[in-house]
C-alpha cells in the first residue's frame, strides 16, 4: 500500500498531524511493510462521513418527500422533454445559479423533477432549501413575528439550491410580499432556483398585492431562465379524472412576459 495513500486520508479526515509523523513512526516501529489494513479503515471512515453529511443535507433541506431521477415515469407522459431535463439533471445551471421553471398541469410531474434534482445536488455536496411558496411565506410571517427575520434569510441565502413549489397557489399579503421579492432580487448573487407553477404566467400577478411589485418580481423569475412545459394529463389522477391537456403553446412564457393588469 503506497504512504502517500494513507497520507492523503488522514489529511482528508482533518488527522495532519497524524499524517505528518506518520514516516517517524513506522521507522520508529519498524512497521512499514504494510499499510492496507490501515488504508481500508480510514476508507471505511471517509465512507461513513461523506454519508452522514449527505444526509445532514438533506435533512436540513426538508423535502416533504424523498423522489429521484430514476424513480421518474417518463413513459406515462411521452411530450415531456426528456433530453432537456436530463441536461438540468446535470446540475450545471445551478452551479451557474441561474433558474429551472417547471410549468404545467398538476400531477405531470414537475414536482417529483424538482425534488429528485434537489436530492441530487444534496448527494452531491449543495446546499438545498426546499418550501412550497405557501409554506415560504409563512416562514416569513413568523420570523417577522419572532424578529428572525435576517437568520431565516440568511438560512435561505447560504443555499446553493432553491427549490420553490406551486408558485401562484397563493396570494401574499403586501409585507410579505415585499420579503419574498427581496429574496428573489439577491438571490442571483450566491442560488440557484427551480420553481414550479401549475398556473398561468398571465395569473402570476395575483400572487403580489401590488402591479408594480409584481412585474419585477416576474423579471427577475425569468431571467436566464430555463424553462421546460409538462404537458399532457395528470398522472397522480390518471385512474380518477381527466384534465385537458396543456402544450407549450397554452402559455406565453418568455422573459418579456408581462401579467394581466388586475
Not at 139 to 167: N, P
Not at 174 to 201: C, H, Q
Not at 227 to 240: C, N
Request: proline share 2%.
Amino acid at each position: 500500500m503506497n504512504m502517500e495513500t494513507v497520507k492523503t486520508q488522514l489529511k482528508s479526515l482533518h488527522l495532519s498531524a497524524a499524517a505528518q509523523e506518520l514516516d517517524e513512526i513506522l521507522v520508529r516501529h519498524r512497521s512499514a511493510a504494510s499499510l492496507g489494513w490501515m488504508s481500508e479503515l480510514l476508507e471505511h471512515e471517509l465512507d461513513a462521513r461523506k454519508e452522514r453529511a449527505i444526509q445532514r443535507r438533506i435533512k436540513k433541506a426538508e423535502f416533504p418527500e424523498i423522489k429521484t431521477l430514476e424513480g421518474f415515469d417518463w413513459g406515462f407522459n411521452r411530450k415531456i422533454d426528456r433530453e432537456k431535463l436530463e441536461g438540468l439533471a446535470e446540475l450545471e445551471f445551478v452551479r451557474q445559479r441561474r433558474i429551472a421553471l417547471f410549468l404545467g398541469h398538476a400531477g405531470t410531474g414537475k414536482t417529483h423533477m424538482a425534488l429528485a434534482m434537489g436530492l441530487k445536488a444534496a448527494k452531491e455536496g449543495l446546499r438545498v432549501y426546499c418550501a412550497s411558496v405557501k409554506r415560504l411565506a409563512e416562514e416569513i410571517r413568523v420570523a417577522r413575528v419572532r424578529g428572525t427575520l435576517d437568520a431565516l434569510f440568511r438560512k435561505i441565502l447560504a443555499a446553493q439550491l432553491w427549490i420553490i413549489d406551486d408558485w401562484g397557489v397563493v396570494s401574499m399579503a403586501r409585507e410579505i410580499a415585499e420579503e419574498v421579492f427581496d429574496l428573489l432580487d439577491r438571490r442571483k448573487l450566491s442560488s440557484a432556483m427551480i420553481l414550479t407553477s401549475n398556473r398561468d404566467i398571465r395569473e402570476w400577478s395575483e400572487v403580489f398585492a401590488d402591479p408594480v411589485l409584481a412585474n419585477a418580481a416576474i423579471d427577475r423569475i425569468f431571467e436566464q431562465a430555463e424553462i421546460v412545459v409538462f404537458e399532457g394529463k395528470s398522472y397522480r389522477l390518471k385512474d380518477r379524472i381527466t384534465l385537458p391537456s396543456l402544450s407549450a403553446e397554452d402559455v406565453k412564457m418568455t422573459p418579456k412576459t408581462k401579467p394581466r393588469k388586475r
